[in-house]
């Protein structure tokens, strides 16, 4: 893998999330809106805009983290589905977003991107979600 200390996230990915566990080739971060659990998977490679543009075993490891991840948020909140997407149109840095949807939530079943107003955790409901998706992660 590249140089880890090369790597610096992007600053509206650094505004919008907060970092949640340190994986092998991907920051764990948690998306600040509490209207969705939502979970980003940013790999720490610099430069890449595009799976396509990661080396083939980064690759690889990227879906083994994504797996890991959705199966954690399978776990802790047993969604109707789980959208995942890498969409880069207002941050070019390559993000996979991991988001829970419930036939009830407020934009089923649209898309979640642009619609709405982000709800920001409050602090003792943010600590709570970190410490449950931890605790979700290492018991897989």
């Known amino acids: 893998m590249d140089d880890p200390y090369a790597f610096e996230l992007d600053p509206q990915l650094q505004a919008d999330t907060v970092l949640v566990s340190d994986w092998h080739l991907c920051q764990v971060?948690?998306?600040?809106?509490?209207?969705?659990?939502?979970?980003?998977?940013?790999p720490k490679v610099p430069g890449v805009a595009e799976i396509h543009e990661l080396?083939?075993?980064?690759?690889?490891l990227l879906l083994e983290e994504s797996v890991r991840l959705s199966k954690a948020l399978d776990q802790l909140y047993s969604p109707h589905k789980l959208n995942i997407a890498a969409l880069g149109n207002v941050v070019r840095q390559l993000h996979i977003h991991h988001v829970v949807r419930f036939e009830d939530d407020a934009v089923f079943p649209n898309p979640v991107w642009g619609v709405g107003t982000v709800q920001p955790y409050e602090p003792d409901k943010l600590a709570e979600t970190v410490s449950a998706l931890t605790i979700a992660f290492d018991l897989l």
């Open 55 to 60: 080396a083939d075993e980064q690759q690889h």
């Open 29 to 42: 971060r948690l998306m600040n809106d509490s209207r969705y659990p939502w979970v980003i998977l940013v």
